[in-house]
């Protein structure tokens, strides 16, 4: 009982105090308006006071920002923004933190707080490489589609996905490479053109190291095309079999330079006149010294001592007598239809006599037969054959003769004209030496040493024979 009085009383004085004091504290109040009660202030900077305490504002999550504005779950206040995260595996993790094991998850508290979230499909995630259902992939993501590395673009056949290039954009394909028939890439579109030797070229380019080959995509895209025969190719050149030649290109057949006319020997190609048609020519060659007279068209008669050699730019014969012999080398080179017996003709010998004996009637050591009968020519074949000396030439029946020094060592020019009044000339070097009348031909010359008699020999050398163009 004592002690419940105590309490009883204690209580009352607490009362009686407070009282006291509310009286107290309205005298004051009602005594001197002029002296405001202070008002609690924060010392530290960003805090404010809320609620009667200080608190930051800054990083306090029940009043971030401002006081009383507090954030939501999984949200922390960071610079006074309320900022949310994620809580993944017992950890806490920034919103926008990308996991660690796999570039294409991050932390996305507005999806998922508690576990990762995939990065959008085509977000780049490593060099080269794009995320892909949540997988970090080499793969290009064009126009909202994925494309596994070395797909071409369907548009455009010359453009590829090339991660480590790009992951957003085709990449062009090299230069060159095939794309369709007789089709290549150039500059990431497919061209008719040709790439040959790390260059590209148009179509119908040609070769700039041989103007006989073109670029014909059609035909081939990585090698030179030849171009047809017959093609000009340079001045006084056309092509053949893919090189640029000095030849003709005449009704569709290539000739050789020189070559006759089959119709017309004496038309013949010139190359440097035209390519496509045939020149008049000035005359036809029957011998050119220093190649094989069998394959121009040539025979011979011989008997021994005799010898046939071929020079640089001649033909030698030689024929000799042996020491008490009652005959002697014969060697005559004998050309049939060298000329057309119904025709006038001119024949040019171009020789040099090194050395002869004199002539007898009918037969010569160095003889030009423009009219020859085997084996040594018939009667008239002899009469009207010229005979060489070493001082002089005339006709074998002796019936006119003219000086000229015929072994003087040089190349002279032995020209045998017959008109159509078969009026038959002979000149030397252009200046006219013998004529005579009703010269006849067989059509097949010789020429060379024509006789076996003893000790009538010669030694000549022939650079040319040809038959004029009249």
């Known amino acids: 009982m004592g002690t419940s009085k105590i309490a009883g009383t204690m209580v009352s004085l607490r009362a009686t105090a407070l009282s006291f004091f509310l009286v107290l504290g309205f005298i004051a109040a009602c005594g001197d308006s002029s002296t405001p009660d202070p008002v609690k202030q924060c010392d530290s900077a960003g805090d404010m006071l809320c609620e009667g305490a200080c608190v930051s504002i800054q990083s306090d999550p029940e009043h971030c920002g401002a006081c009383d504005n507090s954030c939501g779950t999984h949200e922390d206040c960071e610079g006074g923004v309320c900022v949310a995260f994620c809580e993944i595996d017992g950890e806490q993790v ?255 010998v171009t020789m040099q006599v090194e050395s002869v004996n004199a002539h007898n009637s009918l037969d010569s050591g160095a003889a030009i037969m423009g009219s020859f009968t085997p084996s040594v020519g018939n009667s008239t074949d002899r009469a009207q054959m010229i005979y060489l000396d070493s001082a002089k030439l005339g006709w074998a029946d002796d019936t006119q003769s003219a000086a000229f020094a015929v072994t003087d060592g040089a190349y002279h020019v032995y020209e045998l004209a017959v008109d159509a009044a078969k009026v038959a000339t002979v000149s030397v070097d252009g200046v006219a030496k013998l004529t005579r009348n009703n010269f006849t031909t067989t059509g097949t010359i010789a020429i060379g040493d024509q006789t076996n008699d003893p000790n009538v020999d010669g030694t000549t050398r022939i650079k040319s024979v040809e038959r004029l163009c009249h």
């Not at 796999?102 to 085509?122: H, I, L, M, V, Y």
Request: proline share 7%; with cysteine; charged share 10%.
């Open 94 to 348: 920034a919103a926008g933190t990308m996991n660690a094991a796999n570039a294409c998850e991050q932390c996305t508290p507005a999806t998922s707080s508690s576990t990762w979230t995939a990065r959008a499909d085509g977000t780049q995630c490593a060099s080269g490489q794009v995320c892909s259902a949540g997988v970090c992939s080499a793969k290009c993501f064009i126009d909202r589609w994925f494309y596994d590395a070395g797909a071409p673009n369907l548009a455009n056949v010359c453009e590829v996905c090339v991660p480590e290039a790009s992951t957003t954009a085709w990449t062009p394909r090299a230069d060159g490479a095939q794309c369709g028939s007789g089709q290549v890439c150039s500059a990431g579109t497919c061209s008719p053109k040709c790439f040959i030797d790390g260059g590209l070229h148009a179509a119908g380019a040609p070769n700039p190291a041989n103007a006989c080959e073109v670029c014909v995509p059609e035909t081939s895209t990585t090698a030179w095309t030849p171009r047809a025969d017959g093609t000009q190719c340079d001045s006084g050149q056309v092509c053949s079999a893919g090189m640029c030649s000095p030849k003709c290109f005449i009704d569709g057949v290539l000739h050789a330079a020189g070559a006759p006319n089959p119709a017309n020997a004496c038309e013949v190609c010139a190359p440097e006149t035209s390519t496509t048609a045939w020149t008049a020519a000035a005359s036809i060659p029957l011998l050119v010294g220093g190649e094989d007279l069998a394959a121009q068209g040539w025979t011979t008669v011989s008997q021994a001592p005799s010898a046939l050699t071929y020079g640089a730019d001649y033909v030698s014969l030689a024929t000799s007598t042996n020491v008490g012999g009652r005959t002697s080398g014969q060697l005559l080179i004998v050309r049939a239809n060298a000329v057309d017996p119904t025709k006038p003709f001119t024949l040019r």
